[in-house]
């Protein structure tokens, strides 16, 4: 019966979102409650039992009391680095190193470093206009230079944290945030440069797009003049949270081989610094300085991009907040503990759990950051009752199978077609493909890796 209530709540869920096309943080908070009755759980807290609507606070709490903080400063510094010019100067510089024969493998490592701190819709608008201008001077197809750069930019944006669901799912996982970063790069770059340069120019053989006139017009004509900040000040940027949640875990590593102790003074302030929110706070704090006034920005100007950015981030909060709803019924109810019961005595790997549940639910929504957050509230339970589970991989599996086979449900889906003036069918060649390919092959790295650690 409790397995039958999850397969149902799954199928509510999508139905929910896809035909009566309810806003998805609305429809999880409905099935949430409705997942909890189903389970018996009381509408209020007893002296035995947690309540629907404690279990959804709960749940939705824990979530965002880390994650909004997270949020909030990455898209901070990624505002810092699109207005200041630093994301072009990044671009302009690896173009200039790889050269115009080899542009498309710039694109991709362009789009890799410029996609950490930012959204995959903002990286893809932020480094379209490069794509339009290149594509102009060499006469290459549009889609073998947009490719890379949009496989770069999915790839961070499924995989690497601290985007956002992927740093909900760490925590949901309980996973170490440096080792996931370290094995999301791991897997990552291969990913990234099968589905983006190599795919890219098979299928650019194939499709010849050019730049669509009227886009062109508006976002082709970058300001060759335009004073851009330093390489290295811009990559030192946003590479400091990265670096400092390494730290904290490179810690870790030597109080296990025994060369530092939990309380010693080293330990603590490397864990302080590299937790998340410090971290990411840092790297803001110096974005401000770094890219803005010490490049003549006045206050007022880092004041109003501080403020204007925040906006767009309240709804992939309120969605990663349901899915942490979601997640702490499932658990309060039992549902959980069944289901981890369940797949242990079945001998089923987690990890291809948790990519076949998100790719599921990715088809059916178009939705990576739904399909993510329900996925990892099924797995966790299952991932705690399996001991030698890699909980790191177990995030990146999620994210990989979030990203698959994206198509006409998806916004991602329309933006890629619009901008590159592709078909349909065009579109299902190049941008489908592509997250299929990244899916997949991210898929199998992972199941190797596994192997090995």
């Not at 498309?104 to 608008?125: E, L, N, R």
Request: net charge neutral.
């Amino acid at each position: 019966m409790l397995l039958f209530i999850v397969l149902a709540a799954i199928v509510v869920l999508l139905l929910l979102i896809t035909i009566v096309k309810l806003n998805p943080f609305v429809a999880l908070i409905i099935t949430a409650i409705g997942t909890g009755l189903a389970a018996g759980m009381p509408l209020v807290a007893t002296e035995d039992q947690t309540g629907i609507i404690d279990s959804i606070k709960t749940g939705m709490g824990n979530t965002l009391g880390f994650l909004a903080i997270v949020l909030a400063l990455g898209t901070m510094l990624g505002k810092m680095m699109a207005e200041s010019g630093g994301a072009e100067r990044i671009a302009r510089t690896l173009i200039g190193v790889f050269g115009e024969k080899r542009v498309h493998w710039a694109m991709m490592f362009v789009a890799f470093i410029v996609g950490i701190p930012v959204f995959f819709q903002v990286g893809f608008v932020l480094l379209v206009p490069l794509i339009f201008t290149i594509a102009k001077q060499t006469g290459l197809s549009l889609v073998k230079i947009g490719v890379p750069l949009i496989a770069g930019l999915s790839v961070v944006h499924g995989l690497v944290p601290p985007h956002p669901a992927a740093m909900a799912a760490v925590g949901i996982f309980n996973a170490d945030i440096g080792m996931t970063i370290l094995y999301s790069v791991i897997v990552g770059l291969p990913t990234a440069i099968i589905a983006g340069p190599l795919y890219g120019s098979w299928i650019g053989k194939r499709i010849h797009k050019e730049v669509p006139k009227e886009m062109g017009e508006q976002l082709a004509d970058m300001d060759p003049n335009r004073k851009l900040p330093g390489f290295a000040n811009t990559l030192i940027t946003i590479l400091i949270p990265v670096f400092l949640m390494l730290i904290a875990t490179f810690a870790d590593v030597f109080v296990e081989s025994g060369s530092l102790a939990k309380d010693d003074t080293l330990f603590l302030a490397a864990k302080f610094i590299g937790d998340p929110v410090v971290a990411l706070l840092i790297a803001t704090v110096y974005s401000f300085f770094s890219l803005g006034y010490a490049r003549g920005i006045s206050r007022e100007k880092v004041l109003k991009f501080t403020n204007d950015c925040l906006a767009p981030t309240a709804t992939i909060l309120l969605v990663i907040g349901a899915g942490g709803a979601f997640n702490r019924v499932l658990l309060d109810s039992g549902i959980g503990d069944y289901i981890a019961d369940l797949a242990t005595s079945s001998n089923v790997s987690p990890i291809l759990l948790g990519w076949g549940i998100a790719a599921m639910i990715r088809i059916a929504t178009g939705s990576a950051t739904v399909s993510m957050m329900t996925a990892a509230g099924i797995v966790a339970p299952i991932a705690a009752a399996m001991p030698g589970t890699n909980v790191e991989l177990l995030v990146l599996a999620t994210g990989a199978g979030s990203l698959i086979l994206s198509h006409v449900n998806d916004s991602g889906f329309w933006l890629i077609k619009e901008y590159f003036g592709m078909t349909v069918k065009e579109t299902l060649l190049t941008w489908t493909a592509l997250e299929t390919i990244i899916s997949v092959v991210a898929l199998v790295l992972i199941m190797a890796l596994n192997m090995v650690v």
